[in-house]
C-alpha cells in the first residue's frame, strides 16, 4: 500500500478521537475541525516512521493547537461561549443532515453546561484538565506542552477541576461565614491550639500540598498545620477566585495559598498553591 494512503487511514482511525479532544478544548465544533485538520497537515510534513505512539502524538499536536487558539481568544476578548453557532444545543433547522461521526461526538461528549465553566478556565487549566481528566494524558506530557512543572500542571488539573464539579466554597457558604471559618482555623493554628484546629476541619479532611503525598484526618491536618505555624510564615484571610481561603506570608512575601472547601460548616479539604507559576494565575484580594 501506498505509503501516503497508509498514513491517511491511520489519521482516519484517530480522527473521532482527536476531534472529540479539539471539541472538549475548544467548545466549536467548526473550530474544533480546524484543529484536526491542522494536525494531519502536521503530520505529513514529518517523518512518521520516528512517531512511535501516533494516537499519542496526534493527541498532543491537536492540544498544542488548541492551547493557541484559546490563548488567541484570551487576547481577542472574543463573545461568550454561548453564541457561538456550533453549541451542540443548535437547533437550526438549516442543518438538515448530520454525519455519524458528528452524532457520536455530540453523544459522548460533555455538556453545554460543563462548557460554559470550561470557557472560565484559563487555557493552561483548561488543556491540562481536558487532557488528563477526559483523555488519561500524562501530566508530563501535559507539561512539555504548557511550559511547566509536571508539579504545576498537576496543581493547574485541580483548580480546574473544582471549579467544574462546584465544590468551590462560595457555592454552598456564604462568604461571611467562610470568613467565620477560616478565621478559627488561622487563630487555632497561630496559637497552637489543637483541639480548636480540629473542630473546624471535617473529621475526613484532606489536605493536598502542591508537592508530597495528601494527608487525610483532622488529627494529621491540625498537626501540619501547627507545624507549619512554627516555619515563620504569617497566615491572612484572602479572596481567592471568589471564596475566603489563605495566604501564607514570609517577610511579607507571599510563598503559598490555601484553598479550602466547606462542608456543613467545617473544612473538608485544604488545596495548597505554592508553584509561583500557579500563583501569579489566582484571582487574589486580600482581606482588612
Known sequence: MDGNKFLAERFEQNRSHLRAVAYRMLGSLDEADDAVQESWLRLSRVDADEIDNLGGWLTTVVGRICLDVLRSRR????????????????????????????????ADTVGLAMLVVLDKLTPAERLAFVLHDMFAVPFDTIASMIGRTPEATRQLASRARRRVRGSDASRDTPLPRQRHIIDAFIAASRGGDFDALVAVLDPDVELRPSTGDVVRGAVRVARGAIAFRQGGTRSVPILVNGAVGIAALLDGRLVSVLEATLVDGRIATIEITADPENLVLLDLKYLD
Open 75 to 106: 487576547a481577542r476578548g472574543e463573545e461568550p461561549l454561548d453564541t457561538r453557532p456550533t453549541d451542540p444545543v443548535d437547533t437550526d433547522d438549516s442543518r438538515t443532515s448530520v454525519d455519524p461521526e458528528h452524532e457520536t461526538v455530540l
